[in-house]
């Protein structure tokens, strides 16, 4: 399996723009989460979904974000409107349901607002 | 789930074991202690949890103590691709969503 691939790499936008943020979870993974890394606050947990279901979006800054899982192999986080302390390392990682198993990481998506 | 404490940095010379201390002396009985290490620029990754006896993969060794109040995880050779910050992390989640991040150790392997 390739791991949890996330795209893009990279983004840059101008401040009011629409960002969509993708990621392809590991194949027979039923738990996804969204994170966000900054200096500052370090890794935050977004929202977690569990069979594609979302479970816990308490971690959602504003109503700005939105994220959507349509089936088992792919998920979205979208900001609407981006502005620039939404600037930061979006990470997501999947991993089976249950206790004493382990989350694997995508390369994430660095997001720069400007 | 308990609060961890780990120290800010850490020094080791290459090719020397890395002993990596971590507080959790409010765990519960049901909660398992996991390690994780970000490599600069990339996501983190798993190394090893264990929630009562030793572990060890092909990692590193995992030791925690009878009271279960801290634990340290060991790098036996450790080499310069191991700089990184690790993390140690007490969860007792059904499911990784309560993986609380503190701000890790900050490992520098010196050659």
């Known amino acids: 399996d390739a791991g949890v691939i996330q795209s893009p790499r990279h983004e840059v936008t101008e401040m009011g723009q629409e960002v969509t943020l993708r990621c392809k979870p590991i194949s027979g993974h039923n738990s996804l989460f969204w994170y966000r890394q900054t200096m500052m606050r370090g890794l935050e947990l977004l929202i977690y979904f569990n069979n594609n279901v979302p479970i816990d979006d308490s971690g959602m800054p504003e109503d700005r974000f939105s994220a959507k899982m349509p089936n088992a192999s792919f998920s979205t986080l979208k900001i609407q409107p981006s502005e620039p302390r939404d600037s930061a390392v979006y990470f997501c990682?999947?991993?089976?349901?249950?206790?004493?198993?382990?989350?694997?990481f995508g390369q994430g998506t660095r997001l720069t607002v400007v | 789930d308990a609060k961890t404490t780990q120290p800010t940095s850490m020094d080791c010379a290459e090719g020397r074991a890395a002993n990596l201390p971590c507080n959790h002396s409010?765990?519960?009985?049901?909660?398992?202690v996991y390690w994780y290490r970000q490599i600069h620029s990339q996501g983190p990754q798993y190394i090893i949890h264990?929630?009562?006896?030793?572990e060890t993969n092909e990692m590193a060794s995992l030791i925690i103590t009878e009271d279960r109040k801290s634990s340290t995880l060991i790098l036996p050779h450790a080499t310069l691709r191991d700089t990184a910050v690790y993390y140690c992390i007490a969860n007792n989640a059904g499911n990784n969503r309560k993986l609380i991040w503190g701000l890790g150790t900050s490992l520098a392997v010196n050659p």
């Open positions: 264990g929630l009562k006896n030793n």
């Open positions: 409010t765990i519960s009985g049901n909660e398992y």
């Open positions: 990682a999947s991993s089976l349901a249950g206790r004493g198993t382990e989350a694997f």
